[in-house]
């Protein structure tokens, strides 16, 4: 958005040509639930075709990067691994490359780029929901990002996209940027968008994260949780979360809606919380769910919990690739 008013709106009033409009996951302006299956179609506001890259379709193919000069990238990121957009971006970089085609990354301040932290993707476990080896929470923004796909050649076949990152002024690593608009549908208020990337990996559990209310990565809970503790009860919400996990069910849990003042002050994920959910439930065997190991990026955080490690023991494990990770991440820094 450029104040109120959507870029492509903005390019088109311009007498920018725009030919044709990807749309990443939540679709092109950001209605869509988490995961659903967006269609290709006509923009109704612009009569441009849009063409989905979430789904089957994830790359760009050649005939549909004909006729284009440049792909312009704006999306606002939120500095975590598991967060598709860069993994949108990381394809369309591909595409832009083997077409020989620039592309210009319109640069956004990270809302979560003031700490890095977390597990460093182990590649064997490389999907959509993190395709880079990275942090958790990566601490680049989103032109940053790029530029590091590209420096460290983890494009197919180790090309080189024609990039062009736009910075953005007055911004540094250190800055609290509270969001104009919110990301996608369910990151709805900057407490939510500090929890994510801690409550993001407990949709590898049997426990609901708020999806279906009015307050969703803000609150924690299951059916089976201690009644005497919060609860809520999941509803489908148009344009939220249509089918939420324990649908019509209480749960009950924690309501972590001030949490986020705690991630900033430590500057790291909370893994205690997925600790002492692990260690609550009555129903160990299936607390954890095969999409777990995609957002941790490891099988270890998983085997970690289970077999009891501390906070401490589990955040040590990660010293070592995380000191890797970020001189790495010094060469690729617009910012301070």
């Known amino acids: 958005m450029i104040g109120s008013t959507h870029l492509l709106d903005s390019l088109v009033t311009s007498g920018f040509r725009n030919i044709k409009i990807f749309s990443p996951e939540h679709g092109f302006r950001g209605v869509a639930d988490a995961g659903e299956q967006v269609e290709s179609y006509i923009d109704k506001k612009t009569g441009i075709q849009v ?9 760009p193919d050649h005939e549909d990067m004909k006729g284009i000069d440049y792909v312009v990238f704006d999306i606002q990121d939120v500095g ?17 490359a083997e077409n020989n085609i620039g592309m210009i990354v319109l640069d956004r301040p990270n809302p979560n780029g003031f700490y890095i932290d977390g597990p460093v993707l182990d590649t064997a476990f490389r999907s959509f929901v993190g395709m880079d080896p990275v942090a958790l929470v990566h601490g680049l923004t989103i032109g940053e990002y790029a530029m590091m796909i590209n420096g460290e050649g983890w494009l197919k076949n180790r090309q080189v996209c024609k990039l062009t990152v736009v910075p953005c002024l007055n911004y540094t690593h250190d800055s609290l940027y509270k969001l104009p608009v919110k ?33 969703p990565y803000e609150v924690l809970g299951s059916p089976s949780g201690n009644e005497s503790l919060f609860s809520f009860t999941p509803v489908p919400i148009n344009g939220m979360s249509r089918n939420p996990k324990f649908e019509n069910t209480r749960c009950y849990g ?3 809606r001030t949490a986020g003042i705690n991630i900033i002050r430590n500057k790291e994920i909370n893994i205690q919380w997925l600790i002492d959910s692990y260690m609550q439930s009555s129903e160990k065997e299936i607390f954890f769910n095969p999409y777990f190991e995609k ?8 085997e970690q919990v289970k077999s009891g490690l501390t906070v401490s023991q589990i955040r040590k494990s990660w010293k070592k690739e995380l000191k890797h990770f970020k001189k790495m991440r010094k060469k690729y820094l617009l910012y301070e």
């Open 183 to 215: 990301p996608s549908p369910n990151l709805a208020s900057m407490n939510a968008i500090y929890l994510y990337p801690s409550l993001g990996l407990f949709e590898g559990t049997e426990m609901s994260i708020g999806r279906g209310t009015e307050f």
């Open 51 to 59: 063409l989905s890259l979430y789904g089957s379709h994830k790359t």
């Open 254 to 256: 924690l309501d972590l």
């Open 80 to 96: 975590v691994r598991f967060y598709t957009y860069t993994s949108t971006m990381h394809y369309l970089m591909e595409a832009c």
């Open 295 to 302: 957002l941790a990026g490891t099988p270890v955080l998983r």
